[in-house]
């Protein structure tokens, strides 16, 4: 199963059902259709130099108690798996961003309860060794 690393907090924002986009400036078309694994990477977004739209619905969102603050998200480690169901160049959503990035669009996102440890990520997709039904056993939220 492909494995892709991200940072948080999009990479809680999309196990939780919040994020539908993941932005990538390549394309991995194999992996549509596929279901992937999401790490949370040991670094966390620079939130001064990201998207401020982005940030805005971040800072809603801890403010509302929706998701924690970016310091108590789990970091380095597999924190559980969504569908990609497509690849577009334009896209209509929040999360969607400029035309320099393909928009990796996701579904049935799942979180786990804890966190699979163990694995170290990259920014590409790697192969991560689980079988759909070990995946499937995993406790989720």
Same mark, same amino acid.
């Given at each position: 199963?492909k494995?892709?690393?991200? !940072? =948080? ?5 999309? @196990?939780? &059902?919040i ?10 078309? @194999?992996? +549509?259709?596929?279901?992937?694994? +999401? ?12 998207? =401020? ?5 971040? =800072?809603?969102?801890?403010?509302? &108690?929706?998701?924690? $603050? %970016?310091?108590?998200?789990?970091? &380095?480690?597999? %924190? ?6 497509? +690849? !577009?160049? !334009?896209?209509?959503?929040?999360w ?21 440890? &163990?694995? $170290?990520?990259?920014?590409?997709? +790697? ?7 070990e ?5 989720? %939220?």
């Open positions: 199963m494995l892709l690393t991200i !940072k =948080q907090p999009w990479a809680s924002l999309i @196990c939780l &059902g994020k539908d986009v993941e932005n990538r400036t390549w394309k991995q078309n @194999c992996l +549509i259709g596929e279901t992937i694994l +999401i790490m949370s990477s040991l670094g966390v977004e620079n939130m001064a130099a990201t998207n =401020q739209t982005w940030c805005v619905e971040y =800072q809603r969102l801890v403010s509302i &108690g929706a998701v924690p $603050r %970016i310091e108590k998200l789990p970091r &380095g480690v597999i %924190i559980g798996y969504v569908d990609v169901v497509d +690849i !577009k160049e !334009k896209y209509d959503s929040l969607a961003a400029d035309a320099s990035h393909y928009k990796y669009i996701l579904k049935d996102p799942h979180m786990f309860i804890t966190p699979l440890e &163990g694995v $170290r990520g990259q920014p590409k997709p +790697i192969n991560y060794d689980i079988s759909i039904d995946l499937l056993a995993i406790p989720t %939220i």
